[in-house]
């Protein structure tokens, strides 16, 4: 039985991915400010990934209960729709605690158990909005792009012991985006993507629990885009359109 950590399980992406690993019996810690679902699998521990001393002790923790850590997948996330001459320090500071330092912050602690043990995955929720020019989304943008940077990076320097890899989702139905929806921008969204429609949780998923296996063994330092085909081309929602007039 594996021993995964997912932070920000308790809904959307992550929930699904703690769903999808504890199916196969792997024993699954979330760690998310927001309580889970009274039936959600695994374990729940109250952490704010922006607390580099909070995550710390968590992956501690975990580790000294279980006497194993095999995956860490650094999924919490946060975005805010601002246009860049309305974001705010404090709302830009906030998205790169959690999207990018907060990555960093896990894959840290986490790394320091794998290297030791020599052995381990880490893996990551990035964004298709990391490999583009996105209106209304510029700091989580930049956070996403920092993400697959990481990945690159932690996979230099920790292979061949660990590997590094993160998912680049496309349009996903979680709840974090169906906020921003109104029924008009999700039929208009949907129309842009080549697959015509957006992605389930639940493929995003299998997309990690594959990454995970030892099928990926010879995988590390990459970034692998599920987008319904949305980047295969140069289409953005009308919606999403920026330009001062």
């Known amino acids: 039985m594996r021993t995964v950590i997912i932070s920000g399980a308790s809904s959307g992406i992550g929930e699904a991915t703690a769903e999808r690993f504890a199916r196969a019996g792997d024993h699954v810690v979330n760690l998310d400010i927001a309580p889970p679902r009274k039936d959600a699998p695994g374990e729940w521990i109250e952490a704010d990934v922006s607390d580099w001393a909070a995550v710390g002790s968590a992956v501690t923790r975990v580790y000294d209960e279980r006497g194993r850590l095999d995956v860490v997948i650094a999924n919490a996330g946060i975005s805010v729709r601002n246009g860049v001459l309305e974001l705010t320090e404090e709302q830009a500071r906030r998205t790169t605690s959690v999207n ?71 349009a996903v139905l979680t709840p974090m985006q169906l906020a921003e929806y109104t029924e008009t921008m999700l039929a208009e969204t949907n129309r842009q993507i080549p697959a015509g429609r957006h992605a389930a949780p639940s493929e995003i998923a299998e997309a990690f629990f594959y990454l995970a296996s030892p099928a990926a063994s010879f995988l590390t330092g990459q970034e692998l885009v599920i987008d319904g085909g949305e980047t295969a081309g140069a289409t953005t929602s009308a919606f999403g359109r920026g330009g001062l007039s």
């Open 100 to 170: 990018l330092l907060g990555v960093l912050a896990l894959w840290q602690a986490a790394a320091r158990v794998m290297v030791g043990r020599k052995e381990g995955v880490l893996l990551a929720t990035a964004s298709v909005n990391g490999l583009r020019g996105y209106p209304f989304y510029a700091d989580y943008n930049a956070t996403k792009a920092g993400v697959a940077a990481l990945c690159r990076t932690f996979a230099m320097e920790l292979s061949p012991y660990v590997r590094a890899a993160c998912v680049s989702p496309g």
